[in-house]
């Protein structure tokens, strides 16, 4: 099986740093796009980066000049480094990768979801 392990999210204060790791684990996988998403409660979840394999990136309105993705395409591991964080940034984020297996056609894996909460 494909697994996709997130880790990174906490509480921080406004203005503050926090950096979300995702690594995809398993067999006979190849990994296309890769991204990030967010739900906050009540909303519908959204998307916040995306990253293709030619490292090709598309980031949200909302977040644009604030937050990196990044990937290590060795290592298969996506990176969401958050800057200058607001508290309408508070979310369960998400790690997502499209994904093709030997098995089956591409299709979506998803992470666990990591919280974030930006708060004085």
């Known amino acids: 099986q494909v697994q996709l392990v997130e880790s990174g999210g906490g509480l921080v204060q406004p203005g503050g740093s926090l950096r979300l790791s995702c690594v995809a684990s398993?067999?006979?996988?190849?990994?296309?796009?890769m991204g990030w998403y967010r739900q906050a409660p009540g909303k519908p979840r959204e998307l916040v980066a995306t990253?293709?394999?030619?490292?090709?990136?598309n980031y949200a309105y909302s977040v644009k000049g604030r937050f990196t993705i990044s990937r290590d395409s060795a290592k298969n591991t996506v990176y969401l480094q958050m800057n200058s964080l607001k508290a309408e940034d508070t979310a369960v984020y998400y790690c997502?990768?499209?994904?093709?297996?030997?098995?089956?056609?591409?299709?979506?894996?998803w992470g666990q979801g990591t919280q974030v909460t930006v708060s004085s």
């Open positions: 997502n990768a499209q994904i093709i297996r030997i098995t089956e056609s591409e299709r979506s894996y």
């Open positions: 398993g067999r006979r996988f190849m990994i296309n796009d």
């Open positions: 990253i293709t394999s030619g490292g090709s990136t």
